[in-house]
């Protein structure tokens, strides 16, 4: 039964999810489709970011194991060809059987676009959050650098989110921009339901001058909801890329 | 009975083109649509390029005349609340009397995108074309050079095309890229139907080394379709821009 970590990239635009629903089409649920007909038998997928609906990925991360003995790019094309053009597999590689995309990831990296202009581009519809009105972008920056570190971010966590601790460690939060795209981008050992939305729904707020720089540490001390900034919409959200611990060397196959 | 010149940008992905057709959903129709609402007539409008079905534009130009008088920002602003969000009105002024987007268009430019890489990017999959095996960009660029200057262009005119001339005058024909992405761009002072895409059709095979780069002149001297490359999809094609003469001191409003 080998294992397999698998690296994707998706436009999330028309599926509900990384995670498979009742209804409509998942990137789980395609991708255990592609594998049961390869394996011909059920294919449990693990991913490593449950992305929400609209949310994009540059580097979502999957494991399973297959019955059949397959070499990874053989199993990259396999997928590809049965895999709708809005997900492709980028890469595979086989791991140590026990290898878990989401119990093992060590660090995430998501990005969050925001198309600052008086008029949407038509091109960014689907990949950015259209706001108008000109972003401080330094004073953005300066917020967004309050998060780093390790917090308990319960203000950032979607409501009816029931972790068992909502605390976090962020390595790095920075915004950047210049002209009509504003980059957010933050890394860290793992992430809310919604948290890098709100973090960006708040620094947004503070962009627009409603609130200063150090209303991010308020807002962070208060672990309420209520008191951060809306949740930005989906479609500006990538999940650029999760990394994990280099396995022991007498695991490596 | 005020002119307005106004420059569109749209994603032409899941539109029949520009022109308004029997069936499907045309830029053109969705622009005479708003502005039978905005100005309670029926509005015919001219472009100055008629995109196919699926080409994409950062500066298309349309003209029309209104009977209401309306500030062209105005306009901006009533044509961008009418118009679904593929479609942006980027900026309108008011020209003289008889201007015309199409007859008085000067030059157009073209660019042309192919993701050359084994895998597609899920997120070029309508905005480029998805060319496998590594193209040789030096060679395209110096057969796109071949292109500039005053040629008959029969060889890539779409069959069926029957236009009283078929001399055009390039400007411009490059070939640029580096990693995965490799852009062609052409400007002109006026093209045939699907020009630029059996052009790029034509770069593509001597990209892959089937010919070397001055097969361009023997198609061209061919005037012959069956001679040059296929056509290449419309997803990769985007209409920049289009450039007209000053309009003459005394014409100025």
């Known amino acids: 039964m080998p294992t397999f970590k698998i690296t994707l990239a998706y436009d999330g635009t028309g599926f509900v999810g990384w995670q498979r629903q009742a209804a409509g089409v998942s990137v789980q649920g395609l991708l255990e489709d592609a594998l049961r007909e390869l394996d011909e038998r059920d294919v449990a997928v693990a991913g490593a970011g449950r992305t929400d609906a609209g949310v994009h990925a540059l580097g979502q991360v999957a494991s399973f194991s297959l019955a059949r003995v397959i070499a990874p790019h053989a199993l990259v094309r396999a997928l590809n060809a049965r895999l709708p053009d809005q997900v492709r597999a980028l890469s595979a590689v086989e791991v140590p059987a026990g290898f878990h995309a989401r119990f093992g990831a060590r660090t995430k990296r998501y990005r969050y676009r925001v198309w600052n202009a008086e008029r949407l581009n038509p091109f960014e519809r689907q990949y950015a959050w259209h ?110 890329g999760v990394d994990y611990d280099a396995p022991a060397p007498d695991a490596v196959l």
Not at 154 to 170: H, I, K, P, W
Not at 216 to 221: G, L, N, P, S
């Open 131 to 240: 706001v108008m009105g000109g972003l401080d972008v330094d004073q953005m920056d300066a917020a967004a650098r309050l998060v780093e570190g390790r917090h308990d971010f319960a203000a950032f966590q979607a409501s009816g989110g029931a972790r068992r601790t909502t605390e976090r460690e962020v390595h790095s939060s920075r915004v950047t921009g210049g002209g009509a795209l504003v980059l957010y981008e933050i890394s860290g050992n793992g992430f809310l339901r919604h948290m890098v939305r709100a973090i960006v729904g708040t620094l947004v707020e503070i962009g627009r001058g409603r609130h200063g720089a150090d209303w991010m540490r308020e807002v962070i001390a208060s672990r309420d909801r209520s008191h951060a900034g809306p949740t930005a919409p989906a479609e500006g959200l990538f999940l650029v």
